[in-house]
């Protein structure tokens, strides 16, 4: 039997900063994102973000949901980024993006 890793998508609007001036990055928090990832020790990427619809996703697994989850809250918390963040739970076996369980962030 072949157990499927879970997988968390963190799904954070494409918003611009606040006070982003004109002809800079107006997403400079995907950068900080990806270096918060990077320095996790609880959850590991699990594929380079994407632009997909209205938001960019992160992906990260190696842990259990709840863990996933909670670096994910940690995420929709950090200085810069966009309000109206959402996890999907789903797993490395899901066919596209935006499968699973919708999970409202940060968590309570």
Do not use: C, N
């Not at 006070?19 to 320095?39: K, M, N, R």
């Not at 609880?42 to 996933?68: C, N, P, R, W």
């Not at 109206?84 to 739970?89: D, E, H, L, Q, Y």
């Amino acid at each position: 039997m072949i157990l499927m890793d879970i997988v968390v998508e963190i799904h954070v609007p494409l918003r611009d900063a606040a006070g982003t001036p004109e002809g800079s990055d107006p997403f400079p928090w995907i950068d900080q994102v990806e270096d918060f990832l990077a320095e996790q020790e609880a959850a590991e990427v699990y594929d380079d973000g994407e632009e997909y619809d209205e938001v960019y996703v992160f992906s990260i697994t190696g842990a259990t949901e709840e863990v996933l989850l909670a670096v994910a809250s940690d995420l929709a918390r950090l200085p810069g980024i966009p309000s109206g963040v959402f996890a999907m739970v789903t797993s490395d076996e899901a066919e596209e993006i935006g499968l699973g369980r919708r999970v409202e962030l940060p968590l309570d």
